[in-house]
């Protein structure tokens, strides 16, 4: 390699005894070449063959939308549409659904491949739930969090009336597409 070529590249040095780095702030879907050089008190030794890597497309900037919720006496049922992502995206691999009781400080996980999901849950306060994307690239945005309101404080405001009901509220959420730059 020349010096000129050189010193137009990003470096990154560790000293130490290390056999692994990982590099950030790379730019989405871009090919990189990379080479590795040792050095010491004596100075910098030759470059290693130089690999070519390509750094995966961003993650979904769509938010998880129309999510839709029911609720009966031990579970949530939720449904969303489809992420679409733009050309400049990873694909969506599936959804990461993140619920925590209101006063909880514990974060439950389920993942799944499809825009529906059952929660088997205990009623005792109400719930928080947000749903993101998961892609090649990263999990994408978030959607909002939806609170979900015990059978019992349902009961109480007389929005649910009888046992055998099913509770349903649809939560609109505004999509917003961010354009990438390329």
């Not at 006496?73 to 993140?98: A, D, F, P, Q, R």
């Not at 799944?112 to 059952?118: D, H, Q």
Request: charged share 20%.
């Amino acid at each position: 390699m020349d010096d000129s070529k050189d010193s137009a590249t990003g470096k990154v040095r560790v000293n130490g005894n290390i056999t692994a780095k990982n590099i950030t702030s790379l730019r989405a879907n871009t090919m990189y070449f990379a080479t590795v050089r040792a050095f010491n008190t004596a100075g910098t030794g030759p470059s290693s063959v130089p690999v070519n890597v390509t750094t995966k497309k961003a993650p979904p900037s769509q938010r998880p939308a129309n999510i839709a919720w029911k609720l009966t006496n031990s579970k949530i049922c939720l449904n969303w549409e489809h992420v679409k992502t733009m050309e400049n995206e990873s694909e969506v691999l599936g959804y990461k659904i993140l619920y925590r009781q209101n006063r909880q400080s514990t974060t439950h996980i389920l993942e799944t491949n499809s825009t529906s999901a059952e929660l088997l849950v205990p009623f005792e306060e109400d719930y928080l739930v947000e749903i993101r994307t998961v892609s090649d690239g990263g999990e994408g945005s978030s959607s909002e969090e939806i609170r979900i309101p015990t059978m019992s404080s349902l009961s109480s405001r007389g929005m649910y009336t009888y046992g055998s009901e099913d509770y349903i509220m649809t939560t609109k959420i505004m999509i917003l597409v961010y354009i990438l730059s390329s």
